[in-house]
């Protein structure tokens, strides 16, 4: 066995120097009911060899984004990442360490950690960010929680463009924790109705901007209205490179803003690992979940960092922490970092820029189809589209035909009445081709 | 000295005490110093070539950022160099033994890195139609299939991202089930001492109240104790198996027989699965629900942190309140049944996250199980628990074991009851085992134990090297006995940096670099 360094004369040496005569001698604290004494009913070993043509017959299985016309979103988005990403995060340094408990010698990842704090301040706009969260949604569901403790209410409010799995994320640990939820009803271009929602005991305003449908929204009136009400303000966002071309959370007032991450620097993957981007006003940070990096200065005086304020942790506060995380998604987080430095600011906003310009190129080549109508109003790479029928069929229609066609509401939020209403997006990676074959299979299809 | 004929000196000369002295740059050697990125004036380059785009749509306007985001760039090449420079500032299991007990720090094989990186897996929507994704649904059939078999449980929830995500998720469906019977009075979570910090939180973040175990002085849940404390009002008890002392609870059938008789469910935190993988099945010791971290008993990497995975198997009971997205598998092949509610999922707990759980992890795992076998799996568990209990044999006599008598699991635990008066603490023990080039073991956890040390060297380390790690460690031992306290109190000496002032950085927060210049921080 490859991975297994021992000898049978090393085991047998080794059992000697502990005073056992057989490896069955350190066993004897299980039950003899649960003893068993020959390997489970599962295939023997495998060479890598046999391994790789198992596992690479599985994935010949699924059709990949590149293969062919793709435009799938919400929430997860096929973004180019440089090869030097990728070669970074598999250095033996980042990929086989673990969380920084021992700072001297973990230097590289708490550095990474500070400038990726920073980076995700300065995007959303806020004044602290934590060390990620597992991915957007659950970082969603840990802001309500957040929120219900700073105010000491219990009660969140979320509008109808919250993706319906984020709300579902929140709706779970919320419930748990006997925080009542109020959401409106899933709308596309309506964020502002959760003004009226809003109450005395109200804690939190969760939004979306761009919202599930790709609808961008300026929450400021939201903001006013939460804060005269006592309420925070929770600004989720599922396309972090929308941060390049649209007003951040915080210049519009949030209080928490939420992300989803993987855009930046990150696959696929079917939905995970991601990395949730987590960042608020500096007042609240004692209510933060997750990890905290932090500056300080070693024996000698040189600068160095730190996890700190872990006294709202797990793993000092127990039952008293302000979440139970304790992994979460640092070479994701490193990912994102890497990407978002090569990026800088220049880059970021050319990739905004020509994200938002793919989808007005999308847009316009979806209106022009008879019997497509585009609903969603103002949006980034993403929008909203009533399609001829149901939704679900024609994009399993248009499968079989070699294209993606996006997602369709239903399969989010299948209560909602919305069955022909399909999310559509384009990024960087859409090529003017890959909108023409959809049209023309649209055409093809919707004239049978 | 000795020259060749051009005069290049080819041996060194006799050593001069000039070690000791600062360099005139901060780096030492292979050693780069290396500042933030926000300090490199990249604040106009990139380090990516896009086309230019046309300006945004005029639909977009007043929703338009206005200022800068104050984000630098790199080019290519500076950018490789930073983030080598910095990951040469990090230990890693691929450098040295990195014992941190709990944690599994085993090596993470190549192969399935670069399976998890075909494109068949890594560059698929989780929201694409079901009918073109079928090998990813394959696999979670098969990742879900091992899982039961291995520990004898006939349902698993995949989607947990982590493992106390994972207890989260094992909660929420012993608290539906309780509500589901009637029994939503019951509030109680009784938890040992030595649990992790995960425990209690997830217990009181789903609104339980917790109430510790005793423990006895072996290291094992107090019967006594639990059976006093159990009743109508007690939900769940979760206890670690083997625990968090390295130790098998030898009264595990009986402390799932009293919880069961008392109308509570047995939560089993796994994240020690890795000691008994293949040899016992939780299943056949009474617990309605374990986590399993993918990222230690399957090995996907720890990624200075992250991701993990952290599904749950659930007992017959458990498993119609798991939560959404499900697996099914029927003659149009597999399929997800995504609603809570929905034909399949009527009675689930609702969702954990966003999409299905970590598919990157799911692969690695799967990869590793596929090498490994069942054979291989149960060797694992073996040289585990041979390699912890050689390293406590060969410590036991320099250092004190804190539960010496009997075996110990995958991993040993020690006090610190050993280093009295010589002046020196657990931290600067681990601190000194820096400076030897080995990560310390996890320090002061269980807090049961006073100044634990709890080493887990796991079953990819070769003889060899855990001989190099115990005589390291019983050269310290004897160090510290002799009175050399100054080796200790100051270390380490020879890492990237000295030990670090964690009380100022709690004092002082600075969790960002900011574009004003800050004044130094100074230790107090």
Redesign the interface.
């Known amino acids: ?7 049978p004369e ?2 047998a ?3 000697g ?4 005569k057989s ?1 069955d ?7 003899a ?4 004494d020959a ?8 060479g ?1 060899l ?3 043509r ?14 062919g016309p ?1 435009f ?1 979103g ?3 988005y ?1 973004h180019h990442v ?1 090869a ?1 990403v ?24 708490l ?2 950690l ?2 990726f ?3 995700v ?3 959303t706009g806020m ?3 934590n ?2 969260l ?5 970082g969603a569901a840990e802001a309500v ?1 957040m929120a219900h403790r700073v105010t000491r209410r219990s009660k969140a409010v979320m509008s109808g463009g919250v ?1 319906p ?2 709300v ?2 929140i ?3 919320a ?4 925080v009542e939820t109020a959401r409106m009803p899933a709308a596309i271009d309506a964020e502002d109705a959760v003004i009226a929602a809003i109450d005395a005991d109200t804690a939190c305003v969760v939004v979306q901007t761009p919202n599930v449908f790709g609808t ?3 929450v400021t009136k939201i903001a006013e209205a939460a804060h005269a009400a006592g309420a925070l303000l929770i600004v989720v966002t599922t396309e972090a490179v929308s ?6 959370p915080g ?1 519009m007032g949030a209080d928490i803003a939420v992300a ?1 991450g993987q855009s930046i620097g990150n ?7 991601y ?1 949730g981007l987590f960042a608020c006003k500096e007042k609240f ?1 004692r209510q933060m979940p997750g ?16 996890l ?4 709202r ?9 302000t ?10 987080a ?1 990912a994102f970092s ?1 990407h ?15 994200n ?2 793919k989808a ?1 190129a999308l847009r316009d080549a979806l209106a022009a189809v008879p019997g497509y109508e585009i609903l969603t ?3 980034f790479n993403e929008f909203a589209v009533r399609v001829p029928g149901n939704a679900a069929e024609l ?2 229609t248009l ?1 079989s035909h070699g294209a ?1 066609f996006g ?1 369709p509401f239903s ?2 939020d ?1 209560s909602a009445g919305m069955d022909d209403v399909l999310l559509v997006a384009a990024t ?1 990676t859409t090529l003017d081709v890959d909108i023409t074959f959809l049209t023309k299979l649209l055409t093809k299809v919707v004239g049978q | 000295m000795s020259m060749n004929n051009v005069g290049r000196p080819t041996r060194p000369e006799t050593a001069n005490d000039a070690g000791g002295h600062e360099t005139l740059t901060g780096g030492r050697g292979l050693l780069q110093d290396e500042a933030l990125i926000f300090e490199l004036n990249g604040w106009t380059k990139t380090g990516v070539d896009l086309p230019d785009a046309a300006a945004p749509s005029s639909d977009l306007a007043g929703l338009l950022r206005s200022e800068p985001i104050g984000l630098p760039g790199l080019s290519e090449p500076e950018a490789v160099r930073h983030y080598v420079r910095l990951s040469q500032k990090n230990h890693a299991i691929d450098l040295a033994l990195y014992p941190l007990g709990s944690c599994t720090m085993k090596h993470n094989p190549r192969l399935n890195e670069k399976m998890a990186r075909l494109p068949g897996f890594s560059d698929i929507h989780p929201l694409q139609p079901q009918s073109t994704v079928q090998g990813a649904l394959q696999l979670m059939d098969r990742l879900a299939h091992w899982l039961k078999t291995l520990t004898g449980m006939p349902a698993v929830a995949l989607s947990p991202k982590a493992g106390a995500h994972g207890e989260l998720c094992g909660l929420l469906a012993i608290r539906a089930a309780h509500e589901a019977a009637g029994n939503g009075h019951r509030k109680t979570v009784l938890a040992p001492t030595s649990a992790h910090g995960t425990n209690p939180a997830t217990a009181a973040f789903v609104g339980y109240t917790v109430v510790e175990i005793a423990q006895t002085e072996d290291g094992r849940v107090d019967l006594k104790d639990l059976e006093a404390k159990l009743g109508d009002h007690v939900a769940a008890i979760m206890v670690t198996n083997p625990n968090t002392c390295g130790l098998f609870e030898r009264d595990v059938v009986e402390i799932a027989r009293l919880t069961h008789a008392a109308g509570a469910y047995f939560y089993c935190d796994g994240a020690n699965f890795n000691a008994i993988v293949g040899r016992v099945r939780p299943g056949d010791l009474g617990v309605d629900a374990m986590h399993i971290n993918l990222h230690k008993t399957f090995s996907t990497p720890h990624g200075g942190g992250g991701p993990g995975a952290g599904p749950v198997v659930l007992s017959e009971a458990l498993a119609p309140f798991a939560p959404t997205p499900w697996l099914v598998h029927d003659a149009g092949g597999f399929s997800l049944v995504e609603h809570a509610g929905e034909a399949g999922a009527e009675t689930a707990f609702g969702r954990m996250s966003a999409f299905h759980g970590q598919m990157g992890m799911y692969v690695r795992a799967y990869a590793y199980m596929l090498s490994h076998g069942a054979d291989g799996l149960r060797q694992v568990a073996e040289d585990a628990v041979l390699n912890a209990n050689y390293v406590k044999a060969r410590l036991k006599d320099v250092m004190s074991p804190a539960f010496p008598d009997g075996p110990c699991m995958h991993e040993a635990l020690f006090d610190d009851s050993w280093l009295e008066g010589t002046g020196v603490t657990t931290l600067d023990f681990a601190k000194a085992m820096i400076d030897e080039g080995f990560h310390p073991m996890t320090m002061y956890f269980p807090l049961v134990v006073h100044g634990a040390m709890l080493i887990e060297p796991t079953e990819t380390e070769s003889k060899q090297e855990l001989d190099r790690f115990i005589e390291a460690l019983r050269a310290l031992a004897g160090a510290a006995k002799a009175g050399d306290a100054e080796r200790f109190k100051g270390a380490p000496f020879h890492a990237p940096l000295r030990r670090l002032d964690e009380t100022l950085a709690a004092r002082k927060p600075r969790l960002r670099w900011k574009p004003v210049a800050e004044a130094p921080l100074a230790a107090e």
Do not use: W
């Open positions: 066995m490859r991975y297994l360094p021992l000898t090393d085991r040496e080794m059992l120097v502990i005073g056992v490896i001698d350190l066993f004897v604290d299980v039950p009911s649960a003893r068993r390997p489970v009913d599962l295939p023997r070993f495998a890598e046999d391994v790789e198992e596992m690479t017959a599985l994935a010949r299985r699924n059709r990949s984004a590149g293969e793709f799938c919400a929430g997860a096929r440089p030097t990728d070669h970074i995060i598999q250095r033996s340094e980042f990929l086989t360490s673990y969380t920084p408990y021992q700072p001297e010698i973990a230097q590289g990842t550095q990474v500070f400038e704090q920073t980076q301040a300065a995007l004044e602290v960010a060390a990620s597992y991915d957007g949604s659950t929680m993706h799995h984020y579902g994320a709706e779970t640990l419930h748990a924790a006997g961008v929204t300026d941060y390049g071309l649209l007003k951040s210049e989803e696959g696929l993957n079917f939905g995970g690992p990395v940070v990890r905290l990096c932090g500056e300080t200065v070693d024996a000698d005086g040189k600068r160095g960092f730190v700190t304020l872990s006294t942790e797990q793993h000092i506060r127990r039952d008293k922490a979440s139970n995380i304790c992994t979460n998604s640092g070479l994701c490193l890497i978002m430095s090569l990026l800088g600011e220049v880059g970021l906003r050319k990739l905004a820029g020509l938002h310009q007005l109003p103002r949006f994009v399993e499968a993606l997602v399969r989010l299948a960087e």
